[in-house]
């Protein structure tokens, strides 16, 4: 079985959701994960994992969701084995992050992390003292650019450390060394979602307490 992900637009309605199952079982198709990402505007966003027989069924497929009133699919794209089992990646990545001993690998794997499974155009871990990139992939912007969108994000918005993610709709990003250091992270064809926000938050969260502790044990 061949598994994807769809991001799909649904009207917040009783049967919505199930009316878009039937028709991906209609091409014999397995719905296996579903992540509610946004809710608001009587629309709902959710990330669908469906497993199916053969590649060449996906076109059918998204033609038979789109059939349901007030349903546009946003994107169709393979997904990985854990993917639609958010919280087992998650603690499978903090489980990573414990295990290496020094900032710059655990900026690292939180970077690649993020980068892979959110489908980005770029992420980088920067250092807010001296404009200096510490880790990044994909083509990211100038550090010098993404410090001080940071900082100036940071001061406009007047945010507290609970509320670091407010960015335009296709950036986000987290401090993650007591504001010494962020990751950032951007996405050309697709916007983050709410859900996507958090779960940058609080995987930031997990990197910065794992400092903390390590710092009170040296």
């Known amino acids: 079985m061949k598994r994807f992900r769809l991001r799909v637009w649904l ?41 199916i027989d053969s590649e060449a069924l996906i076109d059918l497929m998204v033609r038979e969701i789109m059939e349901v009133d007030g349903v546009d699919v946003e ?31 655990k900026a690292k794997a939180l970077t690649e992390f993020l980068y892979f499974n959110m489908n980005a155009t770029w992420a ?37 450390s609970d509320q670091l993610l407010n960015a335009p709709k296709d950036l986000a990003w987290a401090f993650i060394d007591s504001g010494r250091r962020a990751f950032a ?16 938050l609080y995987l930031a969260k997990v990197l910065a307490s794992q400092l903390r502790v390590e710092e009170i044990g040296r």
Do not use: C
């Not at 919280?87 to 710059?104: E, H, N, P």
């Open 124 to 160: 980088t871990v920067v250092h807010l003292d001296n404009s200096e990139e510490i880790f990044a992939l994909g083509n990211s912007p100038r550090t010098e650019w993404v410090v001080a969108f940071v900082l100036g994000s940071a001061y406009d918005e007047g945010v507290g």
């Open 11 to 51: 009207d917040d309605r009783p049967g919505a959701l199930g009316a878009v199952a039937s028709r991906i079982g209609s091409v014999k198709g397995d719905l296996v994960g579903i992540e509610i990402l946004e809710r608001g505007g009587g629309r709902v966003v959710d990330d669908l994992i469906v497993e």
């Open 75 to 105: 994107y169709v794209k393979p997904a990985g084995e854990l993917e639609g089992e958010g919280a087992l990646m998650s603690l499978r990545l903090a489980a990573q992050l414990a295990s290496y001993r020094s900032l710059d690998e």
């Open 185 to 200: 992270i951007g996405r050309m064809d697709h916007p983050f979602r709410d859900s996507e926000r958090q779960q940058i």
